[in-house]
């Protein structure tokens, strides 16, 4: 049975349809023309969002708080920084491995600007290659042990560049609840379907696998190496299995477990002791134990090739500069020839650890990591303990509502190989009598 709208245009002409056609796309035209409200954007100050973030700092200095954040550090950020020319232990740095400011990782830098300059000055598809890109990529690839390596000018874009060029509408993409935000921005930019799994929870994974597999073209599992939030591991062997059984895609973020994880510092893959080749995108950040900037994928040579060719933000963006080149390439071959870094970083750390808990200090799920979260559950206590350890020379920083939940805010304390004992005793206990002191 037709409608009466379908009756209506069966029994109008060809003429009168046209007509109706025309009246429609004139009343279209005149709803899309109603007037809207002008922004101006050139004052900026009087923008919604930007009074909203000017409020919150305002209201922070009210009740007597210096801004925690955009402090000026002076010098070299290793186990101590300078801050208003007070010296302080330093927790607000990722240089794991001391690399940063390390004197050969800093000459060869230097010598790398006499031969290329500080810039290659264009993209490296068009202007070419450097041997010094070469060489870094070849090392990153021996370090994960995968074929070839992809370097990128930023970690953040890296996961956004790559994720949205492999994957598209037909897709599945499915992720962990915690995942950094350079993942979920790649995500939603491929347009894949997007679910997220229960943190570090791979039989929630699974049900998630179940019900839309079948559906999906391609699908991409996306994991990391350490939580910079909490500090913990992923179980990989059981995400490797999924990822075989379900035919995936699987993608591992190691910015804070390269150079961290494994006896030789190489990583989730070889902590857990697995076949590099089950893993398809090994991807990582050069900023933190690399003592560099910027981004990398290994993975087989088809994809780094296919990346190498096609990828916007590598073919339209400027290659990593010499000096980063050289400095990454640097720290990687002293991290393998000094693997006492990566033992003592794991020695510190698990005094760091221990200390804590012997505290009750609530330290979450970290676990063989150089991520120890410190959780009080409350946004303006956490604020409170911040500026109270910089007094005493403790620099660490607040993670706080919105970042995180209000009954998860914390300190995070980065450990770095370079941090002595006497110094991670020292900040324990000055924890541990502040936050006393706060909640009393």
């Known amino acids: 049975m037709t409608t009466n709208i379908e009756q209506t245009l069966t029994n109008l002409s060809s003429q009168q349809k046209l007509q109706l056609i025309e009246q429609l796309r004139r009343k279209t035209e005149k709803a899309n023309s109603s007037p809207v409200d002008l922004v101006d954007f050139s004052n900026f100050t009087e923008r919604p969002v930007y009074k909203k973030m000017k409020q919150q700092i305002i209201q922070l200095e009210a009740i007597g708080f210096k801004n925690p954040y955009f402090k000026i550090n002076q010098g070299i950020a290793k186990n101590t920084t300078k801050i208003d020319g007070q010296e302080l232990i330093n927790y607000s740095s990722y240089n794991y491995l001391g690399m ?21 000055s264009a993209s490296r598809l068009i202007s070419g290659e450097k041997p010094i890109h070469l060489e870094l990529e070849q090392e990153i690839a021996n370090l994960v042990g995968a074929e070839d390596a992809l370097v990128y000018v930023g970690g953040h874009s890296t996961n956004v560049a790559t994720i949205s060029h492999l994957f598209d509408k037909n897709d599945l993409i499915v992720c962990d609840l915690l995942s950094h935000n350079s ?12 679910f997220s799994f229960a943190h570090n929870d791979w039989q929630a994974l699974e049900k998630i696998l179940q019900e839309k597999r079948a559906s999906h073209q391609q699908a991409l599992i996306v994991i990391e190496g350490v939580y910079s939030m909490d500090g913990d591991i992923p179980n990989l062997p059981q995400f490797i299995e999924l990822r075989k059984r379900y035919k995936t895609a699987l993608m ?14 190489h990583g989730i893959g070889e902590y857990f002791g697995v076949n590099p080749t089950d893993v398809d995108l090994w991807m990582g950040t050069l900023s933190k134990s690399l003592a560099s900037c910027g981004g990398y994928i290994a993975g087989n040579k088809a994809l780094v090739e296919y990346l190498k060719y096609t990828a916007p933000s590598f073919v339209y963006s400027v290659g990593i500069s010499p000096p980063n080149a050289a400095a990454a390439l640097a720290a990687i071959r002293l991290l393998n020839s000094e693997p006492e870094r990566v033992e003592r970083l794991a020695q510190r750390a698990k005094l760091f650890l221990k200390l804590a808990q012997e505290h009750e200090l609530n330290t979450g799920l970290s676990q063989d990591s150089a991520v120890i979260p410190v959780i009080i559950g409350n946004s303006l206590q956490c604020i409170q303990l911040s500026e109270a350890l910089f007094h005493r020379g403790i620099n660490v920083q607040p993670l706080i509502y919105p970042a995180v939940s209000e009954n998860t805010a914390r300190l995070r304390f980065f450990i770095s190989c370079t941090h002595s004992e006497e110094q991670i005793q020292f900040t324990v206990e000055a924890v541990a009598d502040e936050l006393k002191k706060i909640q009393s």
Not at 254 to 259: D, Y
């Open 100 to 120: 940063s400011g390390d004197p050969k990782v800093s000459q060869v830098a230097k010598e790398a600007i006499d031969h290329y300059g500080t810039s290659v």
């Open 183 to 194: 993942i979920i921005q790649g995500c939603l930019h491929s347009g894949a379907s997007l």
């Open 252 to 265: 591992i973020d190691e910015a804070h477990s390269i150079g961290v994880l494994g006896k030789s510092g």
